[in-house]
């Protein structure tokens, strides 16, 4: 099934047909590069229809490039119970092996798959994926090329193939594959916004600038492209143009904080962000997401006081979310108050046994209270944490934790 509306090649083995409309509106999503919405369409798809195993690997594609790890893992794990054999749950494997970075891997099970379905275009767009993650340009204009010959309107492979295009330094190339993908997608971002951010990335910082200039004159409504443009006059050394973008910024955007937050955190505008933030917190007291992006950037700007208060609110909003008390454990330490340091800190590994910083935190609070012998235990302790996740993390990379699954 491709953007056109036409079918790719599907599992040989039968499958649900009540999961078919819901995989065909996630497949339009996913094909856009509407990956939030693809994954709830296919996750409805996997509730409609549990041992439909093309769905479990869309859904697990998704998961990967939304980093939800446990709903990959689960997906996976299930894939397996059902049929270990079948190209779906072999490519589930393969996004699982492409989330723990072992490429090689990855590619040897998504090329298995491909023998199996030679011309399916998800997986070739699966493969293809592995190939942006790997650095691989060569190997991902091939496989991207021939998804388009089985979808020449596919949003996504022209956007991939535009970023490939300026991996290898062909910026002419990028830009007509974003145009080509603007005209089938119109709300994707300005062309010229995503060749800016492959200059940008590349340290070609004039040519950036030039690209963000024109991308802020064809979508005047669009925050992101002044942001980068502001970042790259800074960097210029321009200044008065740098403060003129500046007050385009505040004038064009300052009623919406929603909006300007995380990009003002993005580009280390500290005291930007604090004050949307604030505004923020004023329309939605009890987001426990807004507190602590405000509690630590209190926490940047040497505001401990505030940063203290806001994040023991989130404490009472979040009990059971080891992020807080980790937070309030390391402020109190910055505080000099190293008793609610270590209770803190203490609490949050309990929340979260691999919570590392916190251990950290704990084990020097302890040792300005003159308890050694604790320290010394709870950096044994984070140690011993770190072997054991370091373990877990190498029976995946290697597959030995799948050594039954005989794939």
């Given at each position: 099934m491709n953007s056109s509306?036409?079918?790719?090649?599907?599992?040989?083995?039968?499958?649900n047909p009540s999961a078919e409309p819901l995989l065909l509106e996630g497949l339009s999503a996913f094909y856009r590069e509407h990956d939030k919405r693809a994954l709830e369409l296919f996750e409805d798809a996997l509730r409609v229809a549990p041992d439909n195993l093309r769905a479990h690997y869309l859904v697990a594609l998704c998961a990967h490039l939304l980093t939800q790890e446990e709903t990959l893992e689960q997906t996976c794990s299930h894939a397996l119970k059902l049929n270990p054999r079948d190209p779906y749950t072999i490519a589930c494997e393969a996004v699982r092996y492409l989330y723990l970075s072992n490429f090689s891997r990855a590619k040897s099970l998504f090329e298995k798959a491909l023998q199996m379905l030679p011309r399916n275009l998800d997986l070739k767009i699966g493969l293809g994926i592995l190939y942006e993650y790997s650095g691989d340009k060569e190997h991902g204009i091939d496989i991207f090329g021939q998804a388009l010959e089985l979808d020449p309107e596919n949003v996504r492979v022209h956007v991939a193939l535009g970023a490939f295009c300026a991996m290898s330094g062909d910026f002419d190339a990028a830009l007509a594959e974003y145009r080509i993908a603007k005209g089938f997608e119109p709300s994707l971002e300005s062309p010229h916004?995503?060749?800016?951010?492959?200059?940008?990335y590349e340290g070609m910082v004039e040519q950036a600038a030039s690209e963000f200039g024109r991308a802020i004159h064809e979508e005047p409504k669009e925050p992101a492209g002044y942001f980068y443009l502001l970042d790259c006059l800074r960097r210029l050394g321009r200044t008065d143009s740098a403060l003129d973008v500046y007050e385009e910024i505040r004038k064009e955007f300052g009623g919406n904080p929603g909006l300007t937050s995380g990009l003002y955190e993005q580009f280390s505008m500290c005291s930007e962000a604090i004050?949307?933030?604030?505004?923020?917190?004023?329309s939605k007291p009890s987001d426990p997401s807004v507190l602590l992006r405000l509690s630590m950037a209190y926490r940047d700007a040497d505001r401990l006081s505030d940063a203290i208060d806001m994040a023991e609110k989130l404490t009472r909003?979040?009990?059971?979310d080891y992020r807080c008390?980790?937070?309030?454990?390391?402020?109190?330490?910055?505080?000099?108050?190293?008793?609610?340091?270590?209770?803190?800190?203490?609490r949050a590994v309990k929340l979260n046994p691999n919570a590392q910083s916190a251990y950290t935190t704990l084990a020097d609070a302890l040792l300005f209270l003159g308890r050694q012998e604790e320290s010394y235990q709870a950096i044994q302790e984070m140690e011993h944490v770190r072997k054991e996740a370091w373990k877990r993390y190498q029976a995946k990379f290697s597959g030995q934790d799948r050594a039954d699954a005989g794939l």
């Open positions: 509306g036409k079918h790719s090649e599907s599992s040989p083995l039968p499958e916004q995503r060749l800016g951010q492959d200059y940008y004050g949307a933030l604030e505004q923020l917190s004023e909003l979040a009990p059971d008390p980790a937070l309030l454990g390391e402020l109190y330490f910055r505080h000099e108050d190293y008793r609610l340091a270590v209770a803190f800190c203490r």
